[in-house]
């Protein structure tokens, strides 16, 4: 049995963007405000495993959950979600912000290639959570 679901989102799986204590949780709000119901495929750099896998299942892995998504719930939509101050992209070692944000934005657009070479029948969207100036946990998602 599968059932109907429109959108998949694929996002980091760092705490700070879900479910906190204090009852903020971003990646919801951010499913909430495209008015449809979405799987939630988390991972830890977010889509970083579909352009640069440590190894080539780490890659598979993603794509059979995103399989799951446009295939068996029929998704039309895929929003890749990164997000800025991310683990995985610590050895990177960025100068600043804008060197980082370019990198996740050529990640984010090289991973909807793979995407939508893989799903045909999908819509891919793609999105970066910045993190408010000065603040080390509070995030506002923007396409990209
Ligand atoms: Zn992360």
Redesign the pocket.
Known sequence: MSHKCEGAVIT???FR?HQRMDGRNYIADFIKKQNIDCDLITR???IQDLVRPKEQGYRNCLLRDSDVSAKLHKCSVIYLV??Q?????SGMNFTDKESELEQHIRDLKEAGDIVMDNFSEVEVKTYFAYLKEGSEDEFEIKEV
């Open positions: 980091c799986e760092d963007l830890g750099g977010g990164n997000h101050d991310c683990g995985a992209y």
